[in-house]
């Protein structure tokens, strides 16, 4: 849990680099990080692009059991 939630932190990063690499754990971590959704969620909302996609991508694999 505290884990996620340095992960989580990291998705407010100014570097994109961070936040693409924080998102991109979140969705590797699938179910697991299940808490982390909201804030998977507003990655969506991301500035740069791929860190968008990289949300997208989280999701779906969050959402698989």
């Given at each position: 849990?505290?884990?996620?939630?340095?992960?989580?932190?990291?998705?407010?990063?100014?570097?994109?680099?961070?936040?693409?690499?924080?998102?991109?754990?979140?969705?590797?971590?699938?179910?697991?990080?299940?808490?982390?959704?909201?804030?998977?969620?507003?990655?969506?909302?991301?500035?740069?692009?791929?860190?968008?996609?990289?949300?997208?991508?989280?999701?779906?694999?969050m959402s698989?059991?």
């Amino acid at each position: 849990k505290e884990f996620i939630q340095a992960v989580v932190a990291d998705l407010n990063d100014p570097d994109d680099g961070v936040r693409l690499l924080a998102v991109r754990t979140l969705g590797r971590l699938g179910n697991l990080a299940a808490a982390a959704l909201p804030d998977v969620e507003r990655a969506l909302s991301d500035p740069d692009r791929d860190v968008r996609k990289a949300a997208a991508d989280a999701l779906v694999r969050m959402s698989l059991p």
